[in-house]
């Protein structure tokens, strides 16, 4: 757990400044110490932060421990060292709220899953990775995408790091309110960071981000949040906050996991763990004046803990809707583990010789799940 050591901080009259980084805007109103060397942010602006809590504290300033990122609706990626001695229930995770001291217990979110990255390695801080998964996706899935390309950043880029960790060091003073810093990437792809080890830095696991001198850095607390980089289509997670040899040190920059490096583990494990929701073909012989009943079976991949929702929709092919077919629209649901269910479709009859008909259903608007075949044909096979 933080230390929730605050201390009356002497007031420096420092004017007001607007920064604009990371597509966010930080307003640094600073009479205090800022996350070393940053500003506080309006977390509207990066509603893809997070902070994990300690689920049985209610303070949710008292409870935090460390940040996150919201990559899928209901996907957070921090660090390994964050939750390796955690359980689902023990953690829980809040987004979008600037002030901890605002966290109400509705704004707090279970989790059901935690994934520890496998390689991960306590004694030399590798592969410091993991997600988890929210008991219910977050509305509106508010998300940032990660970096997959292992030749970005390079050396000199500038990059954002948010977080609630200290803004100070060696003295520790914890801030109420969410502060992003800016850094620069400060080793490249595969260069050595500051005045650290060959076998303590690893630039294949690891980042490399500060300022020349020090004193701009993330700190104790900051762990588990973003490091982020700026492009023409929006930020990318870089990095993972993970360790550093005290905090904004000269020589000692921050070390962050380079998440290049665990993209396809990442991109893997979410997709492995989404069920898809499929809808397939069906047919249906036409009566002679009789109705029948077409019914398109739709499929889950997996069983989940949560209930999934996709809407859907039958429209017309060669088959006319209210001649042929009643057409109809709406939701399905399934229920917790419940993965088949059909969409039955009224078929009417007629004595017309003519050749088969078709009309199709489609999926749209899933949430908790990807669509995979998301549009199938009912064939009328006509028997006249
Ligand atoms: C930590 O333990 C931590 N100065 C985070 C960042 C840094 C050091 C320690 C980098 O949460």
């Known amino acids: 757990m933080r230390r929730a050591i605050l201390r009356a901080l002497v007031a420096v009259p420092v004017a007001c400044s607007m920064l604009t980084f990371g597509g966010a805007t930080a307003v640094g109103a600073a009479a205090t110490p800022r996350i070393i060397g940053g ?49 689902p229930a023990s953690i829980d995770v809040t987004w979008g709220i600037t002030d901890l001291n605002d966290v109400g217990a509705n704004d707090r979110r279970a989790l059901t899953r935690i994934i520890v990255n496998p390689h991960y390695d306590a004694a030399h801080d590798t592969s410091d990775v993991a997600l988890l998964q929210l008991a219910t996706p977050v ?5 940032v995408d990660i970096n997959s390309d292992p030749s970005s950043p390079s050396v000199g880029a500038p990059l954002v790091a948010y977080g609630w960790g200290s803004t100070s060091y060696p003295q520790t003073s914890y801030p109420t309110q969410l502060h992003g810093v800016m850094l620069l990437d400060e080793a ?31 700190c104790f607390g900051d762990s588990g949040g973003p490091l982020v980089k700026e492009w023409a289509n929006g930020p990318r997670v870089v990095g993972v906050t993970s360790w ?105 009859g007629d004595t017309i010789k003519e050749p088969n008909e078709t009309f199709t259903l489609h999926l749209s608007s899933v949430a908790n799940a990807t669509i995979g075949n998301g549009t199938a044909t009912a064939t009328i096979i006509d028997d006249d």
């Open 188 to 218: 490249g792809p595969s260069g050595a960071c500051g005045s650290y080890s060959a076998s303590a830095y690893v630039p294949l696991h690891m980042l490399c981000a500060g300022v020349p001198g020090g004193g701009k850095d993330t």
């Open 244 to 348: 550093g040899k005290g905090c904004a040190k000269h020589n000692y920059p921050g070390v962050y996991a380079r998440v290049s490096t665990y993209a396809p583990w990442i991109v893997q494990t979410l997709s492995a763990t989404t069920p898809v929701v499929s809808v397939n073909d069906t047919s249906v012989v036409e009566g002679n004046k009789k109705q029948r009943t077409a019914a398109f079976p739709v499929v889950l991949s997996a069983p989940t803990t949560s209930t999934v929702t996709v809407q859907f929709e039958v429209r017309a092919g060669t088959a006319e809707a209210g001649k042929d077919f009643v057409a109809r629209h709406g939701k399905l649901t399934f229920k917790p583990n419940q993965t088949d269910m059909s969409v039955p479709v009224k078929v009417k």
């Open 39 to 87: 500003n506080v942010v309006d977390a509207s602006t990066v509603p893809w932060v997070v902070a994990l809590m300690h689920a049985g504290v209610a303070n949710a300033y008292d409870a935090q421990l460390c940040g996150g990122s919201l990559i899928a609706a209901d996907w957070v990626l921090t660090a390994a060292h964050c939750v390796k001695k955690q359980t």
């Open 139 to 143: 509305p509106g899935a508010p998300t």
